[in-house]
């Protein structure tokens, strides 16, 4: 089902996000769950909110279970329902680690450290890369050099997406034009009509098809293993982002090429969400997984073998638990639960102490008391300033 991220809408599903506790149906194995449960995604038309939608689709067909998919154009648009209790996940992208670390955005005071807890992520056959026009000679990252690139305004996960991709090819930021747009749907048809040359995307998205189709046509442009200098450039700004062979989607050249592996969707929620619907929602993708891996382009990545066990986020303990019944938990795993456990503590000691003694510019001293607090602990600051 389709809503908008409206007043009335999020009133809508607060409404059904606080009757959850009582509203529930068995599944197989006594797992409860709400009748209804809400989550909110990329915009609609793209692959995240599509393979949301199948999700939904599985789990009213299998379990007679409402999935809600609120759409969100922004970072903020989709983790604020979270936030609020108005939805119980997102599927989302590296705007969870951002909102776990407090930055950009999430490091404003009506934010800050998010207690995010991973359920499952989609790491697929696509990747995450450029899609660039096809008429304009670009065949690496190199070539972005100058181009006109879609920058999405208030989403800091792609923004930076973006600055990694380009760190590769030895692009900075200074030596592109952006394009700013208020949605990345806007950033794709930008291309189309000719007034942008490239943004960040994903390759299996459905917007691809789209471009493919457009007389711009789309190519994406490999970032080959053997450029280590490149990767070095590119992780140390996105840490998470993993190698991959990407064979997923239009404008891969040769069909097949060396790019960041695409970890896309990430269906996360937070402590507030329960252990029990955390693990019924697991239990139930992944025990469902056959009846909506060919519902919407990518979605095959949600597979149990696809799971990672060091990403940069903590799993909740109900998806914990489900996993470790399959046989999909080991030493690794639990080690990285453990250091992103404290981690997110860290954070969140270092944001109280700087919010009961914020000083005069709020922002800046926040930067300073997170990469301090980091620093002493021993753990990598990433983000120094933004």
């Given at each position: 089902?389709?809503?908008?991220?409206?007043?009335?809408?999020?009133?809508?599903?607060?409404?059904v996000a606080m009757t959850a506790t009582?509203?529930?149906?068995?599944?197989?194995?006594?797992?409860?769950l709400p009748k209804t449960l809400v989550?909110?995604?990329?915009?609609?038309?793209?692959?995240?909110?599509?393979?949301?939608?199948?999700?939904?689709?599985?789990?009213?067909?299998?379990?007679?279970?409402?999935?809600?998919?609120?759409?969100?154009?922004?970072?903020?648009?989709?983790?604020?329902?979270?936030?609020?209790?108005?939805?119980?996940?997102?599927?989302?992208?590296?705007?969870?680690?951002?909102?776990?670390?407090?930055?950009?955005?999430?490091?404003?005071?009506?934010?800050?450290?998010?207690?995010?807890?991973?359920?499952?992520?989609?790491?697929?056959?696509?990747?995450?890369?450029?899609?660039?026009?096809?008429?304009?000679?670009?065949?690496?990252?190199?070539?972005?050099?100058?181009?006109?690139?879609?920058?999405?305004?208030?989403?800091?996960?792609?923004?930076?997406?973006?600055?990694?991709?380009?760190?590769?090819?030895?692009?900075?930021?200074?030596?592109?034009?952006?394009?700013?747009?208020?949605?990345?749907?806007?950033?794709?048809?930008?291309?189309?009509?000719?007034?942008?040359?490239?943004?960040?995307?994903?390759?299996?998205?459905?917007?691809?098809?789209?471009?493919?189709?457009?007389?711009?046509?789309?190519?994406?442009?490999?970032?080959?293993?053997?450029?280590?200098?490149?990767?070095?450039?590119?992780?140390?700004?996105?840490?998470?982002?993993?190698?991959?062979?990407?064979?997923?989607?239009?404008?891969?050249?040769?069909?097949?090429?060396?790019?960041?592996?695409?970890?896309?969707?990430?269906?996360?929620?937070?402590?507030?969400?329960?252990?029990?619907?955390?693990?019924?929602?697991?239990?139930?993708?992944?025990?469902?997984?056959?009846?909506?891996?060919?519902?919407?382009?990518?979605?095959?990545?949600?597979?149990?073998?696809?799971?990672?066990?060091?990403?940069?986020?903590?799993?909740?303990?109900?998806?914990?638990?489900?996993?470790?019944?399959?046989?999909?938990?080991?030493?690794?795993?639990?080690?990285?639960?453990?250091?992103?456990?404290?981690?997110?503590?860290?954070?969140?000691?270092?944001?109280?102490?700087?919010?009961?003694?914020?000083?005069?510019?709020?922002?800046?001293?926040?930067?300073?008391?997170?990469?301090?607090?980091?620093?002493?602990?021993?753990?990598?600051?990433?983000?120094?300033?933004?």
């Amino acid at each position: 089902m389709k809503l908008s991220l409206s007043n009335t809408m999020l009133l809508g599903a607060a409404a059904v996000a606080m009757t959850a506790t009582t509203a529930t149906t068995a599944m197989a194995g006594d797992v409860m769950l709400p009748k209804t449960l809400v989550t909110t995604a990329y915009n609609t038309g793209t692959s995240g909110y599509s393979q949301m939608v199948a999700v939904g689709a599985m789990l009213k067909n299998k379990y007679g279970i409402n999935l809600r998919v609120l759409p969100g154009k922004n970072d903020v648009s989709r983790l604020s329902p979270v936030k609020k209790g108005v939805a119980q996940f997102t599927a989302t992208g590296s705007d969870s680690v951002y909102a776990q670390e407090a930055v950009y955005t999430f490091g404003k005071k009506a934010w800050g450290p998010m207690p995010v807890r991973l359920l499952l992520l989609n790491r697929s056959a696509g990747c995450t890369t450029f899609a660039v026009a096809n008429d304009i000679g670009v065949k690496t990252m190199a070539d972005l050099k100058g181009k006109r690139i879609g920058w999405v305004r208030g989403s800091p996960a792609l923004q930076k997406a973006a600055e990694a991709l380009l760190a590769y090819g030895g692009v900075g930021l200074d030596e592109i034009e952006k394009v700013e747009v208020g949605g990345w749907g806007a950033s794709i048809n930008g291309i189309i009509n000719g007034n942008i040359d490239a943004s960040i995307t994903a390759s299996q998205s459905t917007f691809m098809l789209k471009m493919e189709a457009s007389p711009r046509g789309v190519y994406h442009p490999p970032m080959p293993f053997a450029d280590k200098a490149g990767w070095a450039r590119t992780q140390k700004l996105v840490p998470w982002y993993v190698q991959g062979i990407c064979t997923d989607g239009p404008g891969v050249p040769g069909g097949r090429s060396e790019a960041v592996a695409s970890v896309y969707p990430i269906l996360i929620s937070t402590t507030a969400t329960s252990d029990d619907i955390a693990y019924g929602m697991t239990k139930a993708m992944v025990e469902g997984f056959d009846d909506f891996k060919d519902g919407a382009p990518g979605a095959k990545g949600w597979a149990l073998g696809q799971q990672m066990d060091d990403f940069y986020l903590p799993f909740h303990p109900g998806s914990m638990k489900f996993l470790k019944e399959v046989g999909r938990w080991n030493d690794k795993a639990e080690a990285n639960q453990a250091k992103m456990l404290k981690r997110q503590a860290v954070l969140k000691t270092a944001w109280d102490a700087h919010k009961a003694n914020p000083g005069s510019d709020f922002n800046t001293g926040w930067m300073k008391a997170r990469a301090t607090a980091l620093a002493a602990a021993g753990m990598p600051v990433i983000f120094e300033t933004w």
